[in-house]
């Protein structure tokens, strides 16, 4: 799993994540910056924006749900994460942006990462004319066998 994981770049320090924001040519406003350190300091992880936001209140950072999701949707335009659709309503944010495919634990509301590139889609219909596929995403549903 750890072989597959992209790092843009090392943000353990106020100055990397800067970079990071900069290079993905987002101004680097202090919302971010506090956002981006709370994402990207623990490594590749799964998050719903309701969780960073309960992070960020934890960290006394005074953000509102509303800029937690609009500053998630502006990273992931960026190229900084990928967003998981797990159900209609239901929406993680992955750090790891690499090719790789999801299980969602039922229940628990996890999300994790399907080690390997074990997962092969075969016989996709051709896309409409003028359109490309650009990717396929598996979540693989899981819960607690009794």
Do not use: C, W
Request: no cysteine; proline share 5%; charged share 25%.
């Amino acid at each position: 799993m750890a072989d597959q994981h992209i790092h843009i770049h090392s943000p353990q320090s106020r100055n990397g994540v800067r970079d990071m924001l900069r290079d993905a040519g987002l101004r680097p406003t202090r919302q971010r910056l506090a956002l981006a350190e709370l994402l990207f300091s623990k490594g590749n992880r799964h998050i719903s924006a309701e969780l960073l936001h309960e992070e960020a209140v934890i960290a006394r950072v005074p953000v509102s749900l509303a800029t937690v999701y609009n500053t998630l949707h502006q990273f992931t335009e960026a190229g900084m994460l990928r967003e998981v659709a797990v159900e209609g309503t239901k929406t993680y944010f992955d750090t790891n942006v690499s090719d790789h495919h999801h299980f969602f634990i039922e229940g628990e509301n996890r999300v994790v990462d399907i080690p390997g590139a074990n997962v092969t889609v075969d016989d996709l219909p051709p896309p409409p004319a003028g359109m490309e596929i650009v990717r396929v995403d598996v979540v693989v549903r899981l819960r607690r066998s009794e």
